[in-house]
């Protein structure tokens, strides 16, 4: 007497991929979806916020409030301007308020070669009074512009830099 060997009680015989035929298929079909998922995912995850942090943010994220200019553009990478009224490379403002000198350090993209289209994009304010960090980010930036009354950049900055 043979013995049949089959796990599945199917009237057709086992397949190589010891998958009875009516059941190949729903795993095919199964197969497809699980790498189609897959896919799905990988690409989703390639597509992820694809925006690169602003320039200087990784830097900044260690550095505390008070801490002295020198220090902190010490750990910033040297800018590339070389026009006049520039510090450490990169472009100043500087405002006498309220008896405080307050100077806003533009961070920018390095290769950027001066041409900031989209301000908000492209910098990143570092806020000091009386040369120590007070904040950086636009955040910050947009808190203290209210507070003391500084221009707030909104259209492209060009090559014209402040005299102080």
Request: aromatic share 8%; glycine share 8%; charged share 25%.
């Amino acid at each position: 007497m043979a013995r049949n060997r089959s796990v599945y009680h199917c009237a057709f015989p086992r397949t190589r991929s010891n998958c009875p035929h009516h059941l190949r298929p729903i795993v095919s079909s199964i197969r497809t979806a699980s790498v189609l998922l897959l896919a799905a995912s990988l690409l989703l995850v390639g597509c992820g916020d694809s925006a690169p942090p602003l320039p200087g943010e990784a830097a900044l994220a260690e550095v505390e409030e008070g801490t002295p200019r020198d220090e902190v553009m010490a750990l910033l990478p040297q800018g590339e301007l070389t026009v006049e009224g520039t510090f450490e490379g990169y472009r100043r403002n500087r405002y006498l308020t309220d008896g405080m000198m307050v100077e806003v350090v533009w961070l920018h993209r390095q290769g950027s070669a001066g041409e900031f289209e989209e301000p908000r994009a492209d910098l990143t304010p570092v806020i000091f009074v009386d040369a120590v960090l007070d904040g950086w980010g636009w955040d910050h930036f947009d808190a203290r512009a209210d507070e003391w009354s500084l221009p707030v950049p909104e259209a492209p900055l060009t090559e014209e830099v402040d005299p102080a």
